[in-house]
């Protein structure tokens, strides 16, 4: 295995990320793990993304993970739009590398990464296959204004929004959390297929959200309820473990 350390420029802003390349001479299919809104100052000891790109790579697969701008070692300040222009680079730059099958391309997306994950596979004919983990179907909570204020001083608090004078309109910012709407387009990526993972113990994201993005899916399409799960799925053994499995298939059809 191969760890290569890469940044890009989005919008002016450098995200930071890391690649894992299988050992051996193939052509592999990628991967790019998509993290949610962190719920906590970014702690540059937490490798467990770090630790499931490793378990995907081993599990033969070229395995991106990045923070999205606003996080972690990236720069700039959490904005949904401008994650999905950070997820589209990051794409990009996998799909270009020579050890990637660029025919087999995936996204795995966590909560809000995995509803940022739905739209772009919606609109990037590239991508080949998505796996949502306790992704939202909409953030219709986040889209009033009224409510968004306070959201912006959490986000501030945590180092999420680190520009004191952003967001400059946070009627507009907070709007883009409705553009980003899953359960608006996910039924866009047929007949590409698509993984559904939440678990019956979710109280950050109900499994109700699960349930609406599945109806709204077309085939094919697959949704697993995780008993006694909640909303860390990317810690759950039993998830990666159906994940896992769903992706090795998938990619050896």
């Not at 998509?34 to 995907?56: M, S």
């Not at 039993?238 to 998938?250: E, H, P």
Request: hydrophobic letters at 45%; aromatic letters at 8%; a neutral charge.
């Amino acid at each position: 295995m191969e760890k290569r350390d890469f940044s890009l420029t989005v919008d002016g802003i450098g995200i930071a990320g890391e690649v894992y390349i299988p050992a051996g001479n193939g052509r592999y299919p990628g991967l790019c793990l998509c993290h949610g809104i962190p719920a906590a100052q970014y702690d540059p000891t937490d490798l467990r993304y770090a630790n499931l790109a490793r378990r995907l790579c081993e599990a033969g697969f070229a395995t991106a993970i990045f923070n999205f701008r606003g996080a972690g070692r990236s720069g700039g300040n959490l904005d949904i739009l401008g994650w999905k222009r950070d997820l589209q680079a990051v794409v990009k730059y996998l799909a270009s590398l020579s050890e990637v099958d660029s025919a087999r391309l995936g996204l795995m997306g966590s909560s809000a990464g995995g509803a940022v994950a739905a739209c772009v596979a919606a609109e990037e004919e590239d991508i080949a296959f998505l796996v949502l983990m306790a992704s939202p179907a909409d953030f219709s909570g986040l889209v009033d204004p009224a409510r968004a204020e306070p959201f912006v001083e959490y986000l501030r608090k945590i180092g999420l929004i680190r520009d004191r004078d952003f967001p400059e309109d946070i009627s507009a910012w907070a709007k883009g959390f409705g553009i980003v709407s899953p359960v608006n387009c996910i039924g866009r990526i047929s007949p590409r297929p698509i993984l559904i993972l939440h678990g019956d113990r979710d109280d950050t994201v109900p499994l109700d959200h699960g349930r609406r993005l599945f109806a709204a899916a077309r085939d094919p399409k697959e949704l697993v309820v995780l008993p006694g799960a909640g909303h860390r799925l990317r810690l759950d053994e039993s998830a990666l473990n159906v994940a896992q499995t769903w992706l090795q298939r998938i990619v050896s059809r």
